[in-house]
């Protein structure tokens, strides 16, 4: 079916180690985001992507890194985790200005 | 900075009462959208507003926007429990390449 899908759906972890939460959609949308959200502070947009090989910072980038090699799939890397960024990640994609989520992903650092 | 406030943050309230859940931005813009999540889930599209004045309707469900006020209401009427959830506003930033900017949410408890 088309959507977005993003995996895993939860991962437990360790401090300093290196994640990656996949995203992968099949409507071509040129627009995909990576947000976090957390009890008291909303959605917060890590990083955000306008085509394949365009990738911009949103609001909290610090800690992330993405790449965007082809228009279906962007990924999010947490380099060295931290306890700080226990939360859970959706991916989003854009179309005539509306976001269009992904189930999201739990992810705990211990 | 485009900010944007929705109150209240937390709404109790019974089967058939009507309310109002209020997003105010803080610089201009005339495109705001209105999401729900339930627990554990996704965010759902609910309602996009592309204009001074729009209005849209589902259900129990009626929003609006001034882009003059710079308000956005959701009402609900006659309130059923399957309405509770927690309902996003969000606003494109023009300053900030169309990004959508969010408001925290109000977590809405429909009791029986």
């Known amino acids: 079916d088309a959507g977005i899908t993003q995996s895993p759906r939860y991962k437990i972890t360790e401090t300093g180690r290196q994640v990656t939460l996949m995203c992968h959609q099949t409507w071509s949308h040129s627009y995909m985001f990576w947000y976090r959200q957390d009890l008291g502070h909303g959605l917060r947009l890590i990083y955000y992507?306008?085509?394949?090989?365009?990738?911009d910072k949103g609001e909290v980038p610090d800690g992330y890194v993405v790449s965007r090699s082809k228009t279906e799939n962007f990924p999010l890397t947490l380099e060295s985790a931290t306890r700080s960024q226990t939360s859970v990640y959706f991916c989003?994609?854009?179309?005539?200005?509306?976001?269009?989520f992904g189930e999201g992903s739990r992810l705990t650092v211990l | 900075e485009l900010k944007v406030e929705q109150n209240p943050l937390f709404l109790s309230m019974q089967e058939g009462k009507n309310y109002t859940i209020y997003c105010n931005y803080s610089t201009t813009s005339d495109r705001l959208y209105w999401y729900r999540q339930d627990p554990g889930k996704s965010l759902e599209s609910l309602f996009v507003?592309?204009?001074n004045g729009a209005v849209k309707q589902e259900g129990r469900l009626m929003a609006s926007l001034d882009t003059k006020a710079r308000l956005s209401t959701l009402h609900i009427t006659a309130a059923v429990h399957d309405l509770s959830a927690t309902y996003f506003c969000a606003v494109e930033d023009w300053g900030s390449n169309y990004q959508l900017i969010w408001g925290a949410g109000t977590k809405l408890i429909i009791k029986p």
């Open positions: 989003a994609t854009k179309s005539s200005g509306e976001l269009f």
């Open positions: 507003l592309l204009s």
């Open positions: 992507s306008a085509a394949a090989d365009i990738t």
